[in-house]
């Protein structure tokens, strides 16, 4: 390649730019009008990412409100079936089976779980008096105007204050929830009620509501026309829910800068409001939208609008940057062309010494190039390559004359996707500033296999044409040996996943073959009893629901993470912890965990997973070898400066001094008698900081050893 190619500007260029002062303030407007320009296109991207970030953040909230009343629809349901599955049912089974579903804990916003029954009017004094002879001795169906049917709530759980005061209470009489209930009745669907104000609401905090209703029928019942439906119907499971209590659930880890509201129907007044946020301020919003969700027979409106904190959440950096850089510059640019216009004899010697300087810089510039040990390549927008240097030429085996533009050089070096690497090339013309690439692998001359990481970065204008300089390193050897430590450490992992699965699943086969042996016995002593053998039976559904979970809960842990996710630490920890608790617990090890820093952060969760299974699995298998008396792993986070961390430490006794400095170096292992692999730990640090950015560091404590994860704080 001639020097030329890199000259920016000639002595003839240099002294016909600046022969007037004309031209100094024509440069200094176009540069000002540039400044602008960019100033402009870096406000618009801030908006654009902050205008995604609302729509994502926006579709996770419809997400969660979709998922968790599904749940509740799965909860109702199961009372259908409890209630055709037990005999005489009264309020104490009812009791007893909700009282075992914990529903504080697992379906967190219920207000409770009941049943509503039909009753002829031929039929109510023998329930009234059914129900006072079953302890609610003041029982009675509210409003008690006689009528063809009632509707009575007959069960409600949890049976606190609140609830008490909606046994006996006829919905049937209120326009909305019959509406809702008769829609239910008809269709044999999960059906949500318009707006109410619950009958459980005192003079205080009072919050409007909602009901869910799921029909029950006859078990024998065989569904032919609506009138069969009525005829075999019996009444409704349903939910009570305060509106207000839900959404605070279910929204609880919302982005405070956006404010949310929620209304029954299509239309958006206040009549209608069921919810609204308690940040939720009257203020013109930078963004807004509207949502519809057709929930179980009903239509709600989902409003949200960003609060004015979210304008302190866009990135405004790059524009500011730009203006306090290209105003300088502009300035710069105008003082140096009245100069240079005024000066016309010094600026022909300096621009002489200055064209003979550059001339010199190339020429050391092409020799730097060619000699450089990495791979390099200079490329023009038209796919003619301008220069390759030997390390490349050494590596490829291709010269300039073979490849004279990047798509012949594609062509003879990749076996498959052509098209797509080359449109990949094109695109690095529209790049503004140094990028990495990543790792991309092709054939050489010779045929063998290479691995290259890549970084480009724009280089000017060439013969009129843009250029872009591309730089490589050869990973080819790293390359092989990452995969292998990767699938060498998944397979350390699976075998501990699979000896954790024996461990879960020998107690519950265990349970179900006893019972199944029981039920075996009595029948072949004719000692059969209905209710007590749908009992047993409806246990082992049960252990058998407990295994699947299991098998769920591993398969999972092993999907690959795609993209980063929202996680806390604590979440992270009890995935970990639900996978080898039952195996710490049976070697009498203690789990202790505290979590005081536990804020919302992305990374790829299932990787640090593996990294806290491993460090637990690490500091049980120190406790086991050791016999430490109580033993004890305790797991706390904590906010240390500009980093959120995660200690794990046991009280083994620490790590000999001579080992602890290399326990994360590649195939070194204390466990070799145990078929340790030695890459547990070098995957976890892998996993930590090259994917996750972060740190894992170990030191001893006066109980023994502790390793902490870090993460950098972002903003």
Not at 399 to 404: D, H, I, L, Q, V
Not at 573 to 585: C, F, N, Q, W
Request: hydrophobic share 40%; aromatic share 10%.
């Amino acid at each position: 390649m001639n020097s030329e190619r890199f000259n920016i500007l000639s002595s003839r260029t240099i002294m016909e730019l600046f022969q007037s002062t004309m031209i100094a303030w024509i440069a200094f407007f176009i540069a000002l009008g540039i400044t602008f320009l960019l100033w402009s296109n870096a406000q618009n991207d801030a908006m654009e990412e902050a205008k995604n970030r609302f729509a994502r953040s926006n579709l996770d909230m419809i997400h969660k409100i979709n998922n968790r009343m599904e749940t509740y629809a799965n909860a109702l349901q199961s009372g259908t079936a409890l209630l055709n599955t037990v005999e005489k049912m009264n309020r104490k089974k009812w009791n007893i089976y909700f009282s075992s579903l914990e529903i504080a804990e697992h379906y967190p916003g219920f207000q409770g779980i009941g049943f509503s029954k039909v009753i002829p009017s031929n039929q109510l004094s023998e329930h009234i008096a059914q129900m006072r002879r079953e302890g609610l001795l003041e029982y009675g169906i509210k409003p008690s105007e006689k009528r063809a049917e009632y509707h009575s709530i007959i069960y409600l759980e949890p049976l606190d204050e609140r609830n008490k005061r909606a046994i006996g209470y006829d919905m049937f009489t209120n326009p909305i929830r019959k509406s809702a209930m008769i829609r239910a009745r008809d269709t044999g669907e999960v059906t949500l009620s318009g707006k109410v104000t619950l009958v459980q609401e005192n003079e205080t905090n009072i919050q409007v509501g909602f009901l869910m209703y799921v029909p029950f029928y006859h078990e024998q019942a065989i569904f032919i026309t609506q009138e069969h439906k009525k005829k075999y119907f019996e009444g409704f499971v349903y939910a009570p829910f305060r509106a207000n209590d839900l959404m605070l659930e279910i929204l609880a880890h919302q982005d405070p800068n956006i404010a949310v509201k929620l209304y029954d129907g299509t239309c958006v007044n206040e009549e209608n409001l069921l919810y609204q946020s308690d940040n939720f301020i009257k203020n013109k919003p930078l963004f807004t939208a509207s949502i519809p969700i057709e929930m179980y027979g009903r239509i709600w409106t989902v409003i949200f609008q960003t609060q004015p904190s979210f304008k302190a959440t866009i990135d405004s950096d790059n524009s500011r940057l730009i203006i306090l850089a290209g105003l300088p510059i502009s300035l710069l640019l105008l003082l140096t062309g009245l100069s240079f216009s005024q000066t016309a004899k010094r600026a022909k010697i300096m621009a002489r010494k200055m064209t003979s300087e550059i001339r010199a810089l190339n020429n050391e510039l092409e020799t730097i190039i060619d000699t450089a040990p990495n791979p390099i390549i200079l490329h023009t927008q038209d796919g003619t390559i301008i220069k390759i240097n030997k390390a490349w030429r050494d590596s490829c085996g291709y010269n300039m004359e073979e490849t004279p533009t990047t798509d012949i050089w594609v062509d003879k070096s990749y076996k498959e996707n052509h098209e797509k690497v080359k449109e990949y090339i094109r695109s690095l013309f529209t790049i503004t500033e140094k990028v990495d690439e990543g790792e991309f692998s092709f054939y050489s001359k010779a045929g063998e296999k290479i691995t290259w990481q890549f970084s480009s970065a724009p280089f000017g204008v060439i013969d009129g044409k843009k250029a872009v300089i591309s730089s490589a390193m050869d990973v080819t050897e790293l390359k092989n040996k990452d995969d292998l430590m990767m699938m060498q450490s998944r397979h350390a992992a699976m075998g501990e996943m699979i000896n954790m699965i024996s461990h879960q699943w020998r107690q519950p086969l265990a349970s179900v073959t006893a019972i199944s042996g029981l039920l075996n016995l009595e029948v072949m002593m004719d000692q059969y009893d209905k209710n007590h053998f749908t009992q047993k039976l409806d246990l082992i559904s049960d252990i058998a629901l407990e295994l699947s979970n299991t098998i769920n809960d591993f398969r999972n842990f092993f999907k690959e993470d795609k993209m980063k996710e929202s996680t806390t630490w604590k979440e992270l920890v009890e995935g970990s912890l639900a996978l080898i608790k039952p195996v710490l617990i049976s070697k009498l090890i203690r789990v202790e965990t505290a979590f005081p820093e536990n804020d919302l952060f992305t990374t790829y969760p299932r990787e640090i997973r593996q990294v806290i299974l491993n460090l637990i699995k690490n500091a049980e298998d120190a406790l086991v070898d050791n016999m430490t008396a109580e033993p004890t792993i305790w797991i706390r986070t904590m906010r240390e400066g500009t980093m959120r961390c995660l200690e794990i430490e046991d009280n083994a006794g620490g790590i000999a001094e001579e080992i602890i400095k290399h326990i994360f170096d590649p195939y070194f292992s204390t466990k070799m008698e145990k078929n340790g692999t030695g890459i547990g730990l070098y995957m976890s640090k892998t996993m930590v900081e090259k994917h996750g950015n972060g740190f894992l560091n170990v030191y001893n404590t006066v109980r023994g050893a502790c390793f902490r994860i870090s993460f950098p704080i972002k903003g």
